[in-house]
C-alpha cells in the first residue's frame, strides 16, 4: 500500500467552480500535511501548510483534514485559469511522502 | 516565502560524464537540505537528506555512490550524478529547510531537468 494516493485527474472544470482535491493515506502518525502547485517544468510552490487536524482558510484556498479518516482535502472557490496546475499533496512528519499530483484545468 | 534557487535549470550531457546540480538557499539558511527526482507525471521521490557539515542520509534504493551529496554550507548544497546514464535523465528538485522545523517546513527550488543522451 502506498503511503499517499491521489486521483491523477486530469480534472476540467469552468472558471468559476470550486474544486475539491483530495489524497489518502496510510500512517496515523503523520502530521503535517502540505498542498504544493506545480506548474509544467516547474519546482512545487506551496500553498497551504497543515499541522495535526482541522482546516486552515487562506483567500480561495481551503485545507481540511481529517485524520479518523486519513483523509485530506484541498478545496478551491472561484476558480481562475491561472490556477490551472498540478496540485500534490504532502504528507508525513520529518520525511515526506507526496502524491502522484492532480492536474486542474480551469476553461476560461 | 523563502527562495531557492538552482543551477543549472537544464543540462544534456553525454553518457558517461558527471553533472553537478547546485541547490542554494538565498534569504535563510537551511539547516537540512532535501533532493528529490520526478519522472514525468509521477511523484517525487525522496532521494536523500543532507544536514549541513555532515554526511547526507540516502533513502533505500538510492545508490550513494551515483549520486554524491555535499552540505558544505547553510545555503549551498550540491547534488552530482556519476558517470550519467540515459536511465538517470529526470527531473531533479531540492528543497530547502529553515526556521523553526527544518524538517517539516520545505521551499523548493524550481528544479534541474537532466537529459543523459
Known amino acids: 500500500q502506498k503511503e499517499v494516493e491521489q486521483d491523477p485527474g486530469p480534472l476540467s472544470v469552468p472558471e468559476g467552480a470550486i474544486v475539491s482535491l483530495n489524497c489518502t493515506y496510510s500512517?496515523?502518525?503523520?502530521?503535517?500535511f502540505m498542498w504544493y502547485r506545480q506548474y509544467s517544468r516547474k519546482g512545487p510552490e506551496l500553498l497551504m501548510y497543515?499541522?495535526?487536524?482541522g482546516n486552515k482558510e487562506d483567500g480561495r484556498f481551503t485545507a481540511q483534514v481529517d485524520k479518523s479518516s486519513k483523509y485530506i482535502s484541498l478545496f478551491i472557490r472561484d476558480s481562475q485559469p491561472s490556477d490551472s496546475a498540478t496540485y500534490l499533496c504532502a504528507i508525513g512528519f520529518n520525511k515526506f511522502y507526496f502524491g502522484s499530483g492532480t492536474k486542474l484545468n480551469v476553461k476560461p | 516565502g523563502a527562495v531557492v534557487s538552482q543551477h543549472p535549470s537544464r543540462v544534456i550531457c553525454k553518457s558517461g560524464t558527471s553533472v553537478k546540480i547546485e541547490c542554494r538557499s538565498l534569504?535563510?539558511?537551511?539547516?537540512?537540505m532535501f533532493w528529490y527526482r520526478q519522472f514525468p507525471k509521477k511523484s517525487l521521490m525522496l532521494m536523500a537528506t543532507?544536514?549541513?557539515?555532515?554526511?547526507?542520509?540516502?533513502e533505500q534504493g538510492v545508490e550513494k555512490d551515483k549520486f554524491l551529496i555535499n552540505h558544505a554550507s547553510l545555503t549551498l548544497s550540491t547534488l552530482t550524478v556519476t558517470s550519467a546514464h540515459p536511465e538517470d535523465s529526470s527531473f531533479y528538485i531540492c528543497?530547502?529547510?529553515?526556521?523553526?522545523?527544518?524538517?517539516?517546513?520545505?521551499?523548493f527550488g524550481p528544479g534541474t531537468r537532466l537529459t543523459v543522451l
Open positions: 528543497s530547502a529547510g529553515g526556521g523553526w522545523d527544518s524538517y517539516n517546513e520545505q521551499f
Open positions: 497543515t499541522y495535526s487536524s
Open positions: 500512517n496515523s502518525a503523520f502530521q503535517y
Open positions: 534569504d535563510f539558511q537551511a539547516t537540512t
Open positions: 543532507s544536514n549541513e557539515g555532515s554526511k547526507a542520509t540516502y
